[in-house]
């Protein structure tokens, strides 16, 4: 059964059987009843997707490429929040997500990327993976989220300011040997490292964020050689591991500030296991504002809004908006630990 075959056995056009599907203001209400009646008892249920993509060059579908599992999206609150907002603004223009992570088998990742999609979002990505180098080669529109490359639009906020406001509050505080639980600046990186130690990488949101805080706290004369940098798998586990391996190399370490809420709950748990009251024997910052369990204490964090930022990219990347950077508000929000 096809639009063809629909047309001749009802004395129509093939254009005509082709509104009932995607044009139905063209045709009466009987008319399109009746062909959707006639397909639908012989078991045809509208034309093919693909053979429409092969035709327009749309397949009315971005793609969002982002650095973990599959199941990352839907365990992180503040992805989760993300990918409301994207969806929100696809429902509004008729159009569908492939999902796309980068941590999967070869097989899956070249299945990923070979999906028909109109665009891609890619989520504070490694940009040097050879899924991305493939998505820019395909020379489509593209908005990035919490970084920037050239030519393309992107939705951020000012993450080297937000980083500046943390660690200038825990100077305040009086706060000098510090400790920041991050996740990996290129992929497959772990462990501790000076933070007076040259940083390189391919994810921009975690350079920024780090190279923010070096430059705030060594502007304030703090000795970087003391303070130390562990990069891990962004998890609350993971957040835990880091925190107690920073402990056992500085005792004296009296802050940690975590690239995440995810991290820091981890480290309140380290810490509490540890005897090390919060916050007066170790501080703890987060990033995000997520709702963490009420029997902790109160996180300092950076708070922004995720669903709109995924509301806004999508909706830049829909609408085809080249070269614009939209940039959206954050607060730091100072709670009991800290």
């Known amino acids: 059964m096809t639009l063809k075959s629909i047309a001749r056995e009802l004395g129509v056009t093939h254009t005509t059987v082709s509104n009932a599907y995607n044009n139905p203001d063209k045709l009466s209400p009987a008319l399109r009843e009746r062909i959707l009646s006639y397909a639908s008892a012989h078991y045809f249920h509208g034309p093919d997707n693909l053979g429409r993509a092969l035709r327009t060059g749309k397949s009315d579908a971005i793609g969002v490429i982002f650095n973990d599992a599959l199941s990352y999206v839907f365990t992180d609150h503040h992805d989760l929040n993300l990918m409301k907002g994207i969806a929100?603004?696809?429902?509004?223009?008729?159009?569908?997500?492939?999902?796309?992570?980068?941590?999967?088998?070869?097989?899956?990742?070249?299945?990923?990327?070979?999906?028909?999609?109109?665009?891609?979002?890619?989520?504070?990505?490694?940009?040097?993976?050879?899924?991305?180098?493939?998505?820019?080669?395909?020379?489509?529109?593209?908005?990035?989220?919490?970084?920037?490359?050239?030519?393309?639009?992107?939705?951020?906020?000012?993450?080297?300011?937000?980083?500046?406001?943390?660690?200038?509050?825990?100077?305040?505080?009086?706060?000098?040997?510090?400790?920041?639980?991050?996740?990996?600046?290129?992929q497959g990186r772990q462990g501790m490292s000076a933070l007076s130690a040259p940083l390189c990488g391919d994810n921009s949101l975690m350079l920024t964020r780090v190279n923010a805080c070096k430059t705030t706290l060594a502007a304030h004369g703090i000795d970087l050689s003391l303070c130390r940098l562990y990069e891990t798998e962004h998890d609350e586990p993971h957040g835990a591991l880091a925190a107690q391996a920073l402990l056992r190399d500085s005792p004296a370490m009296t802050a940690l500030i975590c690239l995440s809420d995810r991290f820091a709950l981890g480290a309140v748990q380290a810490c509490r296991a540890a005897g090390r009251a919060i916050p007066q024997e170790i501080a703890i910052t987060g990033f995000d504002n997520i709702p963490l369990p009420g029997s902790l204490p109160g996180l300092t964090t950076i708070s922004q809004d995720a669903e709109k930022k995924g509301e806004i990219a999508a909706g830049l990347l829909l609408e085809g908006k080249k070269g614009v950077h939209h940039d959206l508000g954050f607060e730091l929000i100072v709670r009991e630990s800290t």
């Open 88 to 186: 929100n603004a696809c429902e509004k223009k008729g159009a569908n997500i492939v999902l796309i992570p980068l941590k999967q088998k070869d097989n899956a990742r070249i299945q990923a990327i070979n999906a028909v999609v109109d665009g891609y979002i890619l989520n504070a990505t490694f940009n040097n993976d050879q899924i991305i180098e493939k998505a820019l080669a395909k020379g489509l529109p593209m908005v990035t989220t919490d970084f920037a490359i050239p030519h393309h639009s992107s939705v951020s906020i000012d993450n080297a300011r937000a980083m500046q406001q943390i660690c200038l509050h825990l100077l305040a505080k009086g706060h000098r040997r510090v400790g920041i639980i991050s996740f990996p600046s290129r």
